[in-house]
């Protein structure tokens, strides 16, 4: 039964065994939720989470777990995991009750390491050091993911990055 309850993650990857993986985190949550207190925090909370949520199925995507104010998401392929973090951007900052709420988005293409409906591992590490270098409203890719999209999208020029635990300098790329 334990088996039966076990999601199959191997369908989110690509032919070649990579996934895709979107890191969201919401902006200052601490200091928003600070302000605004716990009862209108988990208001709030709960709209973003189903903005977040509603358009996976759609963009072929599935929700790995939810961290609070964060989501680890996976996808199929960089496109649609591009295309996700588009679209949700924009009904974020269109969504009534989610004023002021900035969300932070990273991409990152690689294998990582499945066991039991997660994924674990240095790419997983990477995925999520990427998110953080994004400011709310932005979606950052890495270099990787800059590769695969084969011009699909416009990027900006990038920018070099530290990401901690990781040696030396690293590329992001904003989406245009």
Known sequence: SVQAERPDISTHAAADGTVTLLFSDVENSTAQNEHMGDARWMD????HNAVIRRNLARFGGYE???MGDGFMLV??????AVRYAVETQRELALAAGLEGV??????????AVREAGDFFGR???YAARVAGCAVGGEVVVS???RERLRGEFV????RAVTLKGFAGEHRVFAVG
């Open 75 to 80: 996808f199929a392929s960089p496109v649609q």
């Open 44 to 47: 709030l909370l709960h709209g």
């Open 143 to 145: 270099e990787a993911v």
């Open 102 to 111: 900035r969300v932070r988005m990273g991409i990152h293409t690689w294998d």
């Open 155 to 158: 990027l900006d020029a990038g």
């Open 64 to 66: 790995v777990k939810s």
């Open 123 to 125: 790419e997983v590490n």
